[in-house]
């Protein structure tokens, strides 16, 4: 099958057959993992070969692997990129995205609904080489096209955000940002490729933590950057210095996940939903942040950008901690832990785990509060989610 026909083609098609040859290795069926640190040359011609195209084959692993390849060709079909570049985790590809994109005095613009080790990276880290970060309130567009300056060199956001599926306006930002001759990041991680697709709204570049949906099976970390050819680059350029490689196995453990991806999504889409719903009618429960909600704020926009609400349902339990430390003990099924996108449904309690180190006024002042909970919905029978959550709620009520 042609590349051109590939692409002609749905999601799921797409997932399983996009950015690799029909008759592999060996005519092999699966992707052969290609579990090698280096690459040989036959002789002296085969070298001189190399030197004068080195696309056309591997040297070495840091530079690059067959697998490594397809899983980066077939998420920059599935993104509708240019190019993409493969990473060990979801942070590698932002660190080394931006990190190849700024120089000593330049500025940059990061909202502050964004990842606690982004936020860290931009705030702390970047400043040591005198690079000045600005964070600004989620969704005060005001602020944040005043907070763009002479050197500012790009704005970066999540969309949705981490735990209020807060969604930024794409096309908003995208006219804030050529306004002022910035570039622009979208961590698309909580979107997916289905759900969302930033490209189409102008946006330079999108990252994905791979370990979360395009994996599938919280079973791996990896990670991705997408965009442009002439932007991913010196990206690529520099994770050949830094090394954030992923591993040839891992890698294929990644494609094997993208196969499924699409199902599990629109899957995960329609349960989480469900599971909103549920929530949101339970006399035990005060608040549930869900995009696909009409009671999210962010509704309108969410609506218009994206095509599915995602896994991740957020929600305040009425009662106080010790409540919902009984909600939490109650539950059977659903794990207690971070992350979201496998099957296997997961909860948080961000007070405790991610806000452990703050005093109970500085989380509520940031609006975590006791008894807010965030539930990554698996790919578990809806009613069997929902009736692990009612149990919960009803030994919390004790
Ligand atoms: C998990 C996550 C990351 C970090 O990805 P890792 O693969 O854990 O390094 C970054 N952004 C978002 C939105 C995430 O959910």
């Known amino acids: 099958m042609s590349e051109e026909k590939k692409n002609s083609m749905g999601m799921s098609t797409r997932s399983i057959h996009a950015g690799e040859p029909h008759v592999k290795y060996a005519d092999s069926l699966m992707t052969p993992i290609f579990q090698t640190s280096t690459f040989t040359f036959k002789d002296s011609k085969d070298i001189q070969e190399f030197t004068k195209d080195k696309k056309k084959r591997f040297e070495y692993g840091r ?16 993104e509708g990129a240019e190019d993409c570049v493969v990473f060990s985790s979801g ?26 080790k982004t936020l860290e990276f931009c705030r702390s880290y970047l400043k040591r080489f005198g690079i000045e970060c ?10 944040l096209e005043g907070a763009i300056k002479e050197n500012t060199r790009f704005i970066f956001s999540e969309s949705p955000t981490n735990p209020y599926l807060n969604v930024f306006d794409l096309a908003l930002l995208k006219k804030i940002a050529d306004k002022h001759h910035v570039m622009t990041l979208i961590d698309s991680t909580i979107a997916t490729p289905i759900n969302q697709r930033p490209l189409e709204y102008g946006i330079d570049l999108v990252t994905h933590s791979a370990t979360k949906y395009l994996s599938g099976h919280n079973d791996i ?16 350029n520099l994770h050949k210095s830094m090394g954030g490689l992923i591993d040839p196995h891992c890698c294929y453990l990644l494609l094997r996940g993208i196969k499924t991806f699409p199902l599990r999504v629109r899957k995960q889409n329609e349960s989480a939903l469900e599971v909103a719903r549920f929530l949101e009618n339970h006399p035990d429960v005060q608040k549930v942040y869900y995009p696909f909600l009409e009671s999210h704020q962010h509704y309108g926009i969410a609506r218009e950008q ?24 109650s539950l059977e099924m659903i794990f207690i832990g971070p992350s979201f996108g496998g099957a296997e449904s997961l909860i948080t309690h961000p ?36 009736a692990d959550l009612e149990k919960g709620f009803e030994k919390a009520r004790i």
């Open 134 to 143: 600005t964070i600004v309130p989620f969704g005060d567009y005001d602020a």
């Open 306 to 329: 994206m095509t599915g609400g995602g896994c991740v349902v957020t929600f305040e339990m009425k009662g106080d901690l010790e409540s919902a430390n009984r909600f939490l003990d």
């Open 221 to 236: 970390l990896a990670g991705a950057v997408l965009g442009r050819e002439e932007l991913i680059a010196p990206i690529r």
């Open 351 to 386: 007070a405790s785990v991610s806000y452990y180190d703050y005093t109970r006024e500085e989380r509520y002042e940031l609006g975590i509060i006791d008894t807010l909970f965030r539930l990554a919905v698996g790919l578990e029978e809806t009613e069997d989610i929902i």
């Open 91 to 116: 942070m590698m590809a932002i660190t080394t995205t931006i990190l190849s994109l700024v120089r000593t005095g330049d500025h940059i613009v990061i909202t502050d609904d964004s990842y606690k």
């Open 63 to 78: 530079y690059g692997n067959p697998t490594e390849l397809i899983a980066q060709k077939r998420l920059a079909d599935l």
